[in-house]
């Protein structure tokens, strides 16, 4: 009998500790249980049990709340590797941390953590955006030139004020080199897809000087941009051009010829030593039926090779 109740007793016990336990799991929030995930690198989980309860009053003005949740959607983006549009996490991320940084109550540690992290997504915006101009298609640029007002946003909202230009100098310049490159590589049937290639590199040269004036590689690029443009024109003249189809080509290579002088000046005057703004002065002065100017430039390279 006293095993009896010896064994009932002990029984007792082990059910009133189980009853305890589990109601020590269960008492722990939401953001307890996704902080202990974290800890432990199990992001997924971490999401599971955090993100469903943000809508709850509790936690919508939870700064801390949001910087775990930001921090957890940071690592899952970098996980998954994903870019552009397909980067659901690093978007969540972006926001979270921002609402977390929007908030007061946030700690002077998390606070600073949270900068440095939306730095970091920043960036991943800008390497994105450089990454589909290196595989670049005409159809790209509206995702390229998202991408980057994402960065930009971002960077603004981090330090206002900043000066990006650099950058919009870089990304601009580029995509006249992507849109130049298709114009070099492939040969079209279609004129007015042509037409439209130049125009996409020339517009993009223009907008990358318009922040970086003294860039040497955008006003050297534009220039023969504008050069090898003529030049595709001269090109299709044959024996079944008219006349007058003869001198409207003839103006039109004046034209661009002439255009593509100011900007090898300019880069020429950056660096007046070197070859290539040298032999691009010489061949465009050429183009333009100047044979004293063409010669000047071509004694110069002369001069520079005898120097080296």
């Keep these: 009998m006293m095993r009896t109740l010896s064994h009932l007793m002990n029984t007792s016990v082990l059910a009133w500790l ?27 989980e971490a999401y599971a049990a955090l993100k469903p309860s943000m809508q709850q009053e509790l936690y919508q003005t939870d700064a801390h709340a949001w910087y775990v949740l930001g921090f957890v959607q940071k690592e899952l983006h970098k996980a998954s590797g994903a870019t552009g549009d397909e980067a659901v996490f690093r978007a969540e ?6 609402r977390a940084l929007s908030m007061p109550s946030l700690s002077s540690e998390e ?16 390497r994105d955006a450089i990454q589909w101009v290196e595989g670049f298609t005409p159809t790209a640029e509206p995702i390229i030139l998202e991408l980057m007002g994402r960065y930009e946003a971002i960077q603004s909202s981090l330090n206002p004020g900043q000066d990006l230009s650099p950058q919009r100098a870089d990304l601009h ?23 439209a ?34 030049v595709r024109q001269l090109k299709r003249i044959n024996h079944t051009t008219s006349m007058f189809e003869l001198l409207e080509i003839q103006d039109a290579c004046v034209e ?11 880069a020429h005057e ?11 002065l010489m061949t465009i002065h050429y183009a333009l039926s100047q044979p004293e100017a063409s010669e000047a430039y071509r004694v110069k390279i002369e001069q520079q090779l005898r120097n080296r």
């Design 18 to 44: 189980a009853v305890v336990l589990s109601t020590g799991l269960s008492a722990q929030s939401p953001l307890e249980i996704a902080s202990r995930f974290a800890e432990s690198g199990s992001w997924d």
């Design 93 to 98: 991320s972006v926001q979270s941390f921002q």
């Design 111 to 126: 606070r600073e953590t949270a900068r440095r992290a939306l730095d970091f997504l920043s960036r991943s915006y800008f």
């Design 173 to 195: 310049r580029y995509l006249g080199q992507a849109y130049a490159q298709l114009l070099e590589t492939e040969r079209f049937a279609d004129l007015p897809e042509e037409r």
């Design 197 to 230: 290639l130049f125009e996409g590199a020339t517009s993009h040269y223009q907008e990358s000087l318009t922040h970086d004036p003294d860039s040497y590689a955008s006003q050297y690029n534009f220039s023969i941009a504008l050069y090898n443009h003529g």
């Design 256 to 266: 661009l010829f002439e255009r593509a002088l100011i900007p090898m000046r300019k």
């Design 270 to 280: 950056q660096r007046p030593t070197r070859l290539e703004t040298l032999k691009g």
